[in-house]
């Protein structure tokens, strides 16, 4: 019983670092084109691109991609949310940081 549950926490984290540290070129294949282009071909629905970026292959999968999972969908879609607005985000940070610093001295 106690492996099992270690080995669930372990797949959250998984899950978790997977997350943070997203890897678009897990949903594509890498085709070699000469030396330094390379042919992006979605998993789901066989589109290919002569040369896949990421600004283009994460589009694909949370907008265009007809056959790609929801889950998986879902998750590019909030990815590209959370893009759009991070630079709000840290300016939020900038200005909590010195309150959150006062009141902790009070
Ligand atoms: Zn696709």
Redesign the pocket.
Known sequence: MDSTDLFDNQNIREVRRGRKKSHVWDHYFKEPLGSEHYIAR?H??N?NWSKGKPEILKP?LALY?K??PLYIKTEYMEMLAVETTSTKHSEHAYITLPIICRSYYM
Do not use: A
């Open positions: 979605c789901y629905c589109q694909h991609c056959d790609v």
